[in-house]
């Protein structure tokens, strides 16, 4: 497999989105590390389209649990718009 630039470059958007909570440290953390999951399984280029939606609702399911239910829209909203343009490259 080879890296792939566009995929890691388009979940940006996903990224951001976490980072516009502006989480304390402690809480962050926890964040990164799902985030970190997801970039390194797309960084593959040829993602399993099944462990991405599991890592997607970890992250949502994260974001319920800190009781922030707008932010978890948010990053519903930010994922649905990265796999409408790349979910196709995911197998």
């Known amino acids: ?7 890691v ?3 940006d958007c996903v990224r951001k989105t976490v980072a516009s909570m502006e989480l304390p440290l ?14 390194m399984l797309l960084e593959d280029g ?5 462990v ?3 890592l997607e609702s970890s992250l949502i399911a994260l974001t319920q649990f800190d ?18 343009h790349f979910g196709s490259q995911m197998l």
């Open 26 to 39: 402690t809480q962050q953390r926890r964040y990164n590390g799902i985030l970190n999951a997801m970039v």
């Open 52 to 54: 991405y939606k599991h």
């Open 9 to 11: 470059d388009a979940f």
């Open 1 to 7: 497999m080879s890296y792939s630039e566009e995929l």
């Open 46 to 50: 040829h993602p399993s389209k099944g």
């Open 67 to 84: 009781g922030r239910d707008e932010d978890a829209c948010s990053i519903e909203k930010a994922c649905k718009n990265f796999e409408a």
